[in-house]
């Protein structure tokens, strides 16, 4: 089975950047969408953004369209989430997930992955 390891994430100022990688342990990772989720103490995990399989196709939440980019290199079975413009409302663990199945969209439903991460800590400071 496909594992997902997330680095990346720590402690940013609000306004500040990071970026936060995903590597999966097999190449057929390549053949999926992915998507990162998060959730905060007390929340409920929520979709931030997916990527097709080739990376074709992009869907953002709308709370962080225009801040945060996802994108992919299947050559190093990496997927990537560039977060800019920072707020202390995206303070949470950040998931990367991998779709059920080859060759999708993906998709903002949390059912549609089977494969996660463990998860990386995102805290931003007022």
């Known amino acids: 089975q496909v594992q997902l390891v997330e680095s990346g994430g720590g402690l940013v100022q609000a306004g500040g950047s990071l970026r936060l990688s995903c590597a999966a342990s097999?190449?057929?990772?390549?053949?999926?969408?992915m998507a990162w989720f998060r959730q905060s103490p007390g929340k409920e995990r929520a979709f931030v953004a997916v990527?097709?399989?080739?990376?074709?196709?992009?869907e953002y939440a709308d709370s962080v369209k225009g801040r945060f980019a996802i994108s992919r290199d299947n050559a190093k079975n990496t997927v990537f989430l560039q977060m800019n413009s920072l707020k202390p409302e995206d303070t949470a663990v950040y998931y990367c997930?991998?779709?059920?199945?080859?060759?999708?969209?993906?998709?903002?439903?949390?059912?549609?992955?089977?494969?996660w991460g463990q998860g990386t800590q995102v805290t931003v400071s007022s």
């Open positions: 097999e190449r057929t990772f390549s053949n999926s969408a």
């Open positions: 997930a991998a779709e059920r199945g080859l060759y999708g969209l993906g998709s903002p439903n949390q059912g549609a992955y089977d494969t």
């Open positions: 990527i097709g399989w080739n990376g074709g196709y992009t």
